[in-house]
């Protein structure tokens, strides 16, 4: 998990790399979403009723894990998308998708969940989300999809830290001057980490309805920009088109959510945890040499971010 030290260190990083003088002609886009650092603490409404606070992650049935990745290099007509499930919540699994000049990731580690991608060239882009238990309330009423049993008279705060960086770069134009048409690249990437938890339940006289869901996002798009101007030397005016700065964009945050069963029987909620990244890239990579140094800088971030998933 990206935490805010590290997250910090991480992002600066990312802007250095982006920012070294080999790199600047490369055009392409990154993104990587984390939600992690799941935590719970109980609370014991009642110290007296003999009964000790306790609750209980349902680990089968609907609370499934699962990953979902694709990615596609359009100048070399390739093509690649693969999911995994499994059926226990927070059960580990990871998967990825290369195709040329565009990878995708998707991971659940037995505290977090994972999506980051990247491409860099013609025609390349990625997908890739992550979640674990249940990511809509939509199956709240069948058993097999609660993922947290609650003991009576008591309150369990849940926490997980989400965080989100975004980066995409356009730093050239294939021609400055045209009618209706920039000829510069359009590069964009986004991500999106976020955290649910729902319950519904009547006992002992007590009705109540709770839903939870928040999630951080970030988004960078690296586009271009236009005036036009009139051509002294030829009489004429015309578009001039120029591509604006590359964007680096990053946001985070911790979602809390509160499970409170003041009831006289155990309670049960959902709880899901999700990520998703997505991007694409229009510009041709300028030459080889400068496409090894941005793919090798991006798998080295990609294994930062894992690491510190």
């Known amino acids: 998990m990206l935490t805010s030290v590290p997250r910090i260190a991480f992002s600066v990083t990312l802007a250095s790399l982006l920012a070294a003088s080999p790199l600047v002609a490369q055009a392409g886009s990154y993104a990587t979403a984390t939600v992690g650092d799941l935590s719970f603490q109980l609370i014991d409404l009642n110290s007296t009723d003999g009964v000790a606070a306790s609750y209980v992650l349902s680990t089968t049935g609907g609370n499934n894990s699962t990953a979902s990745v694709s990615s596609s290099d359009g100048s070399l007509g390739w093509s690649d998308s693969a999911a995994k499930t499994r059926d226990q919540f927070l059960n580990k699994l990871s998967l990825d998708s290369s195709t040329g000049n565009a990878q995708a990731h998707g991971e659940v580690t037995s505290t977090s969940v994972l999506a ?64 209706y ?83 006289d029987q155990v309670q049960r909620a959902t709880l899901g945890l999700s990520a998703s990244v997505q991007g694409y890239a229009t510009t041709a990579i300028p030459e080889a040499g400068t496409a090894a140094m941005f793919a090798l800088g991006l ?11």
């Open 116 to 179: 980051s991608g990247s491409a860099a060239g013609k025609g390349t882009s990625f997908n890739a989300s992550a979640y674990t238990g249940q990511g809509s309330s939509s199956y709240y009423y069948y058993g097999s999809y609660y993922a947290i049993d609650l003991s009576p008279h008591s309150v369990l705060v849940v926490t997980a830290r989400a965080s989100v960086d975004a980066w995409a770069g356009n730093p050239q134009c294939a021609n400055t001057t045209g009618y």
């Open 181 to 263: 048409y920039s000829g510069c690249s359009n590069e964009s990437a986004s991500g999106t980490a976020g955290m649910n938890l729902s319950y519904s339940y009547y006992g002992s006289g007590v009705s109540t309805n709770y839903t939870f869901s928040d999630s951080v996002n970030a988004s960078a798009n690296a586009t271009y920009s236009y005036s036009y101007q009139y051509d002294p030397k030829t009489g004429y005016g015309s578009y001039v088109y120029t591509p604006n700065p590359n964007q680096l964009n990053t946001s985070g945050k911790l979602l809390t959510a509160v499970f409170t069963n003041s009831s």
């Open 299 to 309: 798998t080295g971030l990609l294994g930062l971010a894992r690491r510190r998933a």
